[in-house]
């Protein structure tokens, strides 16, 4: 059973749009959640996370929405460039639990020139 | 300077051989992990020490071992490797319990013939 979800394997924006990433999960929980990037024949890089005190958190370029209620969270990313293509992963956790990362299946982000 | 560094990149043996992927951290964390990346790029959690105690241990057949000598090192020793287990393994470490991000390598692709 996926507890967290990426139901759009594929997106595809146009440089300096805006890129939105979704992910969904199960557990309730669930209280922090991640955004990590990856690069072909490298490790996911941390980006962004977000505790569920919180319904945003920006840094930059990239903010991550949060809704608990829908169990729903969103990387919002503006204005998005080429080096952000690559696979996005959604993950999360529970603060006072074992600290594993249930991950997402990725979504391939690509940015056209 | 890498952080959190895994060798070998790559691995490949033959069905039956026993092998070793050695992780080192330089981050000063307390905790690692192991996750695998399978054929579906799917990333889940294997297991994960802290102060070098076994912390997550996933229904992971005992054919794999995790040794952590301290707490900047977590090998992975899998015995009778099976085709199965062709992957990329990634090691992660992170610091302390709460909301904190987990760092990973760059992961060590697998395969076996």
């Known amino acids: 059973d996926q507890q967290v979800k990426q139901n759009s394997p594929s997106l595809s924006v146009q440089e300096g749009r805006i890129s939105i990433l979704n992910c969904d999960y199960t557990?309730?929980?669930?209280?922090?959640f991640l955004w990590y990037k990856k690069y072909p024949a490298e490790g996911p890089t941390f980006l962004i996370s977000?505790?569920?005190?919180?319904d945003k958190n920006e840094d930059g370029r990239f903010t991550v929405f949060l809704n608990k209620s829908a169990k729903h969270l969103s990387l919002h990313i503006v204005p998005s460039q080429p080096g952000d293509s690559a696979v996005y992963f959604c993950?999360?956790?529970?603060?006072?639990?074992?600290?594993?990362?249930?991950f997402g299946t990725g979504t391939r982000l690509t940015i056209i020139p | 300077d890498t952080a959190v560094s895994q060798t070998p990149k790559y691995l490949v043996t033959q069905m039956g051989n026993d092998k070793s992927i050695k992780c080192e951290q330089n981050?000063?964390?307390?905790?690692m992990y192991w996750y695998k990346q399978d054929s579906k790029k799917f990333l889940k959690i294997m297991f994960s020490?802290?102060?070098?105690?076994?912390?997550i241990n996933e229904t992971v057949p005992n054919r794999f071992s995790p040794k952590s000598p301290d707490k900047a090192h977590l090998n992975l020793h899998i015995n009778s490797l099976e085709l199965g287990d062709s992957a990329v393994y990634f090691c992660?470490?992170?610091?302390?319990?709460?909301?904190?991000?987990?760092?990973f390598g760059d992961g060590t692709r697998l395969s076996i013939l």
């Open positions: 557990n309730s929980m669930f209280d922090y």
């Open positions: 992660a470490s992170s610091q302390g319990h709460g909301n904190q991000p987990q760092h």
């Open positions: 020490y802290n102060n070098k105690e076994l912390i």
């Open positions: 981050l000063g964390h307390d905790t």
């Open positions: 993950a999360a956790s529970e603060s006072f639990g074992n600290e594993k990362l249930t």
């Open positions: 977000i505790s569920s005190i919180k």
